[in-house]
């Protein structure tokens, strides 16, 4: 695995750990609503994270790498994750398929 690849799997791997405790009440409230695409608000992923590589001490530090480089943009993009910014505010947003295919990733 190269750097890359690293960080966008150190991103992933918080994403999913903030899935594993939050994931079944996402995928209840998007059945519910019929939702096809899903924002979750990055500032809820924060205590999931864990700084496995030192130069990122903090989950904005890795997000704000990942704006920064297009390559690292089109890798979590192909994994079907994207951020975006909203009123300052950092969000991932995926199809709601992608999420619950990410929670059962989990699972297995």
């Known amino acids: 695995m190269n ?3 690293e960080l966008i799997e ?6 999913r750990r903030y899935l594993e405790k939050h ?3 996402i995928a209840s409230m998007t059945k519910a609503t019929g939702q096809k695409r899903i924002k979750i608000a990055l500032r ?3 205590w999931f994270y864990e700084a496995d590589i030192p130069e990122y001490p903090k989950l904005t530090m890795l997000i ?3 704006l920064r480089e297009p390559k690292l943009l089109k890798m979590l993009e192909q994994k079907g994750f994207k951020i975006i910014t909203y009123e300052n505010e950092y969000y991932i947003e995926a199809s709601v398929e992608k999420v ?6 989990e699972k297995e």
């Open 3 to 5: 750097y890359e690849e």
């Open 64 to 66: 704000e790498e990942i």
């Open 23 to 25: 994931g079944e009440k």
């Open 10 to 15: 150190i991103f992933m791997k918080t994403l």
């Open 100 to 105: 619950l295919g990410l929670m059962s990733k």
């Open 44 to 46: 809820g992923l924060f």
